[in-house]
C-alpha cells in the first residue's frame, strides 16, 4: 500500500495570509505513460463530507476558488491557499488513486 | 446533478454484519467511466477508503479489510451496497458511499458523496 503523510498535522494562520500543507507519498504516485499525479486534495468541514478541491495534483474542481492551488510530482505535493478567508477552517486531505486510493491523515487548519 | 444517499441500521452489535445501502440519484451507476466506493471515518478521525465496485460487478477491496467485506451493485435499482462481517467496536464510524473515476478514464476521484451515515457497534 501507498503511504501518504501530511505535514503539519495542525495549522494556524492569520486571515489573508497564505496556508501550505504538505504531503508526501511512499512511493511515486506519477504514471509515466501519461505524466499525470494521481493526487488529490480534500476539505472537510464539521457534519460535512470530504470535498473534491484538487486532483491530478494541480488541477481544481469545477467552483472550487482560485485561492486553492496544488503542485509537485512524484512523491512531494502541496495545497496552497493564497490568502486565507474565513470560511477556509476545516480539515484537509490528500489521496492517492494511483494504486488502490489511501488518503493522509489529515491537517487540521485554523485561524490564528 | 449527481446524489448519493446512503441508508441502513444507524446500530449493529458486536460479531453481526454491517449492512449499507447507497442510493445513486442524477446518474446512472452503470456509467462506465466510474466506481463506486465505500469510505469510513471512526469519530474525529481520518477517512478509510474499503472498496469500490464497477457497473459489472467487479470488486476491490482494502486489503485490510478484504477478509469480512462483501460490496454488490444493483444496476436496476441503481443502488449498491456494502456488507462488513464480524464487526467489532473499532468498526464504528461514519461511512460514506463516493463515485470516483475509472482508470483511464481521466475523471476525477470521490468527486461526489453521501451526507455519511454512522454506525455504532455496540451491544
Known amino acids: 500500500d501507498i503511504v501518504m503523510t501530511q505535514s503539519p498535522d495542525s495549522l494556524a494562520v492569520s486571515l489573508g495570509e497564505r496556508a501550505t500543507i504538505n504531503c508526501k507519498s511512499s512511493?511515486?504516485?506519477?504514471?509515466?505513460?501519461?505524466?499525470?499525479?494521481?493526487l488529490a486534495w480534500y476539505q472537510q468541514k464539521p457534519g460535512q463530507p470530504p470535498k473534491l478541491l484538487i486532483y491530478w495534483a494541480s488541477t481544481r474542481e469545477s467552483g472550487v476558488p482560485d485561492r486553492f492551488s496544488g503542485s509537485g510530482s512524484g512523491t512531494d505535493f502541496t495545497l496552497t491557499i493564497s490568502s486565507l478567508q474565513a470560511e477556509d477552517v476545516a480539515v484537509y486531505y490528500c489521496?492517492?488513486?494511483?494504486?488502490?486510493?489511501?488518503f493522509g491523515q489529515g491537517t487540521r487548519l485554523e485561524i490564528k | 446533478q449527481v446524489q448519493l444517499q446512503e441508508s441502513g441500521p444507524g446500530l449493529v452489535k458486536p460479531s453481526q454484519t454491517l449492512s449499507l445501502t447507497c442510493t445513486v440519484s442524477?446518474?446512472?451507476?452503470?456509467?462506465?467511466?466510474?466506481?463506486w466506493s465505500w469510505i469510513r471515518q471512526p469519530p474525529g478521525k481520518g477517512l478509510e477508503w474499503i472498496g469500490y465496485?464497477?457497473?459489472?460487478?467487479?470488486?476491490y477491496y482494502n486489503p485490510s479489510l478484504k477478509s469480512r467485506v462483501t460490496i454488490s451493485v444493483d444496476t436496476s435499482k441503481n443502488q449498491f451496497s456494502l456488507k462488513l462481517s464480524s464487526v467489532t467496536a473499532a468498526d464504528t464510524a461514519v461511512y460514506y458511499c463516493?463515485?470516483?473515476?475509472?482508470?483511464?478514464?481521466?475523471?476525477?476521484?470521490?468527486?461526489?458523496w453521501g451526507q455519511g451515515t454512522l454506525v455504532t457497534v455496540s451491544s
Open positions: 465496485i464497477y457497473y459489472s460487478g467487479s470488486t
Open positions: 442524477g446518474g446512472s451507476i452503470s456509467s462506465g467511466d466510474y466506481y
Open positions: 512511493q511515486s504516485v506519477l504514471y509515466s505513460s501519461n505524466n499525470k499525479n494521481y
Open positions: 489521496q492517492q488513486y494511483y494504486s488502490t486510493r489511501t
Open positions: 463516493a463515485r470516483g473515476g475509472v482508470w483511464g478514464s481521466y475523471r476525477p476521484p470521490f468527486d461526489y
